[in-house]
């Protein structure tokens, strides 16, 4: 192991931002990543660690997640480049034995903090370790093009969005089963937008943002990815469908998803196969 860079979980960590910013999904700085470290990759890359950083505020309090490790981005730090340098856009992170402050550890060597978007970030990562009894380890908020466009027309309602992007890829109540949340327009960055994202994150693995983009958490980088890229598709799908004309001729109907629920062996809630 000559640098922390052929470390398994970074690489995929620097794979993942790549594959984010070759779909079209981080203009700029948009976009975040966050790995929950697991306690053996902690150990592989201590011996990396530059002298560790003052301690900052987290911003919200994440108890749940005490003294743990994770890799973030970089706030302002461009997913274009996070695999050409990812010691200057992304860094390793400490937090407290309280899960109320921060310190770095490794990475934003030329300055920075990590993104601005750390509350959502950990409070979500706080619910999923919860809920899936420590399974889900990745974080990721992508400015989806598709996604934010149908926040335009269609009602913000769960049941509504679930349903739709369902109907449009046979393949995606088994991908996301548990369904799709959505927050109403909120203030990005915050502790107020990361306290309705992670409660939504309570019942869901993907969180919709109104006129802003999409959180998916899973249990590795493959996963989460994966749901990600499985919804703007499918949101790109409806999309087209609706630029071609307004009304469906045929569609997969609610019998058809029971059908698939029993031999795809998933529980499909019935409030999402509601009679139109
Ligand atoms: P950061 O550059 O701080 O990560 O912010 C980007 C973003 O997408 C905010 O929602
Ligand atoms: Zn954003």
């Avoid at 931002?17 to 700029?28: F, I, L, P, V």
């Avoid at 973030?72 to 937090?95: H, M, Q, Y």
């Avoid at 990361?194 to 999409?214: F, N, P, Q, R």
Wanted: a negative charge.
């Amino acid at each position: 192991m000559n640098t922390i860079l052929d470390v398994k979980f970074v690489q995929g960590f620097i794979r993942m931002c790549n594959d984010g910013w070759e779909q079209g999904w981080h203009e700029r700085n948009g976009g975040n990543l966050s790995y929950r470290m697991k306690p053996e990759e902690v150990r592989e890359v201590e011996p990396f660690f530059s002298e560790k950083g003052e301690w900052r505020e987290i911003g919200t309090s994440v108890p749940g997640l005490a003294g743990e490790y994770f890799m973030v981005t970089g706030s302002g730090k461009f997913f274009r480049n996070v695999i050409l340098d990812p010691a200057d856009s992304t860094c390793i992170i400490e937090l407290d034995e309280k899960g109320e402050n921060y310190r770095i550890c490794w990475g934003l060597v030329n300055g920075g903090r990590p993104t601005s978007e750390l509350p959502s970030h950990l409070m979500n990562h706080e619910v999923k370790k919860a809920a899936t009894n420590g399974m889900h380890r990745v974080i990721y908020h992508a400015h989806t093009t598709n996604v934010i466009a149908l926040t335009f027309v269609l009602p913000l309602k769960d049941e509504v969005f679930t349903r739709e992007l369902w109907e449009m890829a046979t393949e995606c109540p088994v991908v996301f089963p548990d369904g799709i949340g959505v927050v109403g327009w909120m203030v990005p960055g915050g502790r107020d937008i990361a306290v309705a994202t992670s409660e939504l994150m309570k019942k869901y693995d993907v969180a919709i943002w109104a006129h802003h983009g999409m959180f998916c958490s899973g249990e590795d980088f493959d996963l989460t990815f994966g749901l990600m890229h499985t919804v703007e598709k499918s949101a790109e799908i409806l999309v087209k469908m609706l630029s071609i004309r307004p009304d469906k001729l045929q569609t997969i109907t609610p019998q058809n998803f029971r059908d698939l629920a029993v031999d795809f062996k998933v529980n499909l809630p019935e409030k999402f196969l509601y009679e139109k």
